[in-house]
């Protein structure tokens, strides 16, 4: 689906609406552009029916040829009396689902056999609603016939719904709240309106405009203040033509199916696909028609292209500056660097000369725990002291109780003889080593 901002640049195109009226044809040459819509002519055929058909064909084909539009198909809008409008709520149905779910209850939307009628079906804008048209088969091939037999190619046989939906979209944008548009025919009023309970609504009524509005209303659950408008007050109006000049406005406003069935035909690939007309029977327009389009959606493309490459510019000047701010500000980041590995240096010195100041500490508060757990008349002769262990040799009265007051203190633990006691001139000998309690067991001191 095309996004909405892109529509009204590709509406670019020519497009030739009929309406059969009656016993009259009312046809509208439309051009249609971003810009807006020229009305390039507007003719009618008066009682067509009973005229040979290659003379009428004729006159309708000299005013293509004056218009240079003889290349174009026409679109054909059927009666809104002779096509049955239904619409669908297929919630969930993909768009690739959707043909054939509307075929399997195609059959219970109208009265006629299977094999007797034509159908077209499309899904309303982004909405779960599918719009389709059903019309006798015996009737459209009698139309196709008698185009035929004029001279005139034709594009597609549509239904007024269609054509309206499509036109109010192409350069303009109907109103978002709602609304509802009144178009009288020759024996009655057409009403069409649009509203959030009923994304289209399509009837012909023949009962008086006040009866037709109020029971248009309320279809589509408007609020009763509403006011209805006439639909070529919605549709694009020409460029060039005044809505003040009444003459102008009065013979546009008579032929507003026609011409939103112009423009419509003008951008196909914009409208509904909505055609009652078999595929194989369908009379397609020139390529040409589309070289506009085309040349537009290269221009889109190539601006597209410009765009990604400006991105990946504007990435790559950025990484060029800030490789150049880094290289700048990398003498500045080594020196913090030195400074910090400096700072590291100086604290592992400081915590080393800490270590040794608390080293002698404890070594003096070990020495002084032995001369609190040896008294006199108990001696040494002699003491090593490691950051682990401490060995002491000398005499006592008893040596045995040593060991028990050693491990007493906090400063000592595992305390053992490191040889037996010997009995000495008043005394024991002894000789005892024991761990030092509570220092880190690193090795020897240094």
Known sequence: MIPDGLRKWLAIGTGVGIEIRGADLHAVIAKVRPSGVDLRSAVTIENFRERPAAEWGAEFTAVLRKRGATHLPAHILLPRDEVIVRQLALPGVTDQDLQAAVRFQIDALHPYGEDDVLYTAARVGRTSTVLIGITRRDLLENYLNLFTGAGIKVASFTFSAAAIYSALRLVTAPPADGFLALQPTGDGVEAYGESAARPVFSASFAASEQRARAMAASELRLPPESEPVALIDLLPYPRGASRENEEYHSALTERALPYATALSAACPRLALPLNLLPEAMRDSVSRLLFVPTMILAGVLAIL??????????????????????????????????????????????????????????????????????????????????????????????????????????KLFEDSEFTMPMARVTGGEAFRIRASREGVPKEGPAR
Do not use: C
């Open 304 to 409: 597209l292209v410009l765009a990604a490459l400006q991105g990946a510019y504007q990435r790559r000047q950025y990484l060029a500056t800030l490789n150049a701010e880094i290289v700048k500000l990398q003498p500045a980041v080594s020196r913090a660097a030195a400074i910090d590995k400096s700072m590291e240096i100086a604290r592992q010195r400081t915590k080393l000369l800490d270590d040794f100041r608390r080293r002698s500490k404890n070594d003096m508060d070990a020495i002084n725990e032995l001369t609190h757990l040896l008294p006199p008349p108990a001696w040494l002769s002699q003491l090593d002291l490691s950051r682990t262990t401490i060995n002491i040799a000398g005499e006592a009265e008893q040596a045995a109780p040593l060991l028990k007051q050693i491990d007493s203190s």
